[in-house]
């Protein structure tokens, strides 16, 4: 496939988040895949990204990707997609705060096919938890941070 074919799953998958339209996963990634968090590695099919997915949204109804950069080379397609969403839910063992939050995330997947295959993420816990709260004596104020 070509880049562009690449750069087009991955932004279906964005899409399928953000309308929560989660039966596309299906049609967007292998049975086989893995997903690379913090350096564990796990198997991460379309069922076990859709249970993530509604873990998620299921804290942050309002989970939104913003994808700002797509850049792609061969089977990797490099996606700079911050997120956004209000805590009406449970989250991180943090219950649910009324806060808005603002999370840079960075993800790398690699597409073989028309079918995502295996992806590497990078997301910022550590200011996802500071925006709701879940530091003592962190301030939250996502105002003072330059988006």
Known sequence: MSVEANKA???AF???????????????????????????TMSMGPSSTRQIAEYWRGAFPDWHFE????????????????YTGTQTGPALDI??????????????FRVVGD?????????D???????????????TDTGSYEW
């Open 95 to 108: 219950p649910a705060t009324g806060r808005k939050v603002r999370v840079s995330e960075i993800v790398i």
């Open 115 to 123: 079918k995502i295959v295996e992806a590497w993420e990078v997301y």
């Open 14 to 40: 964005v899409e399928s988040w953000n309308s929560g339209d989660l039966d596309r996963l299906g049609n967007l990634m292998d049975e086989a895949r893995t997903l690379t968090v913090s350096g564990q």
């Open 67 to 82: 994808l700002l950069d797509l850049i792609a080379e061969g089977e990797k397609v490099v996606a700079y997609m911050p």
């Open 125 to 139: 816990e550590y200011w996802m938890r500071r925006q709701l709260g879940g530091l003592s004596g962190a301030p």
């Open 9 to 11: 799953v991955i932004r």
